[in-house]
T-cell receptor
Framework: EAGVAQSPRYKIIEKRQSVAFWCNPI?????LYWYQQILGQGPKLLIQ????????DSQLPKDRFSAERLKGVDSTLKIQPAKLEDSAVYLC?????????????FGPGTRLTVL | AQSVTQLGSHVSVSEGALVLLRCNYS??????LFWYVQYPNQGLQLLLK??????LVKGINGFEAEFKKSETSFHLTKPSAHMSDAAEYFC??????????????FGTGTRLLVSP
């Protein structure tokens, strides 16, 4: 089966610009996650979707970050405006809730550099 | 809230030597524990997980981990390191929501360096 797809793989922008990332989860996976991984740290959950509904966005900086999963399949994460500290790898993961405790499948990530 | 501590941001071993990566967790409920590996410029890949049952868990690539409740530990081991094991390793604990959903809380990672 195809894995989690993300695009773009790399993005360089200047501060105060906007950027969007796209994720297509594994087919049939109802749960989708966006993580932020800053260099030298573990992934930190930004937002979790169940189908097209938000389960947890407590760690999402809502003044500048937004995410949607309108049809319950693919998802976009947007940053507007970007700050220097947003430089990180943004990982998307998906999970089939019926397959047991939290085996999440990760995409390759999008590396964002904010100059 | 649950948390994970990984001791040692870097671990260096020689090829063929024992690999030991340490992970301690904090959880108020029986935990689900995971080890993920991340190769350069790639996403995370599940190595192994503990949910219930046997406390010694075997994973891919010859890795295994033992859940020790009394020590709140879930250390990752491999008897003989290979050059291809060089990567970043993350320990994670699954945190439960009241709604029944789960999320992963990751440690800060340990970079494994393998020398010839």
């Amino acid at each position: 089966e195809a894995g989690v797809a993300q695009s773009p793989r790399y993005k360089i922008i200047e501060k105060r610009q906007s950027v969007a990332f796209w994720c297509n989860p594994i087919s049939g996976h109802a749960t989708l996650y966006w993580y932020q991984q800053i260099l030298g740290q573990g992934p930190k959950l930004l937002i979790q979707f169940q189908n097209n509904g938000v389960v947890d966005d407590s760690q999402l900086p809502k003044d500048r970050f937004s995410a949607e999963r309108l049809k319950g399949v693919d998802s976009t994460l947007k940053i507007q405006p970007a700050k220097l500290e947003d430089s990180a790898v943004y990982l998307c993961a998906s999970r089939d809730p019926l397959t047991g405790p939290d085996t999440q499948y990760f995409g390759p990530g999008t590396r964002l550099t904010v100059l | 809230a649950q948390s994970v501590t990984q001791l040692g941001s870097h671990v260096s071993v020689s090829e063929g030597a024992l690999v030991l990566l340490r992970c301690n967790y904090s959880s108020s409920v029986p935990p689900y524990l995971f080890w993920y590996v991340q190769y350069p410029n790639q996403g995370l890949q599940l190595l192994l997980k503990y949910t219930t049952g046997a406390t010694l868990v075997k994973g891919i690539n010859g890795f295994e981990a033992e859940f020790k409740k009394s020590e709140t530990s879930f250390h990752l081991t491999k008897p003989s390191a290979h050059m291809s094991d060089a990567a970043e390793y993350f320990c994670a604990v699954s945190e439960q929501y009241n709604t029944g959903f789960q999320k992963l809380v990751f440690g800060t990672g340990t970079r494994l360096l393998v020398s010839p």
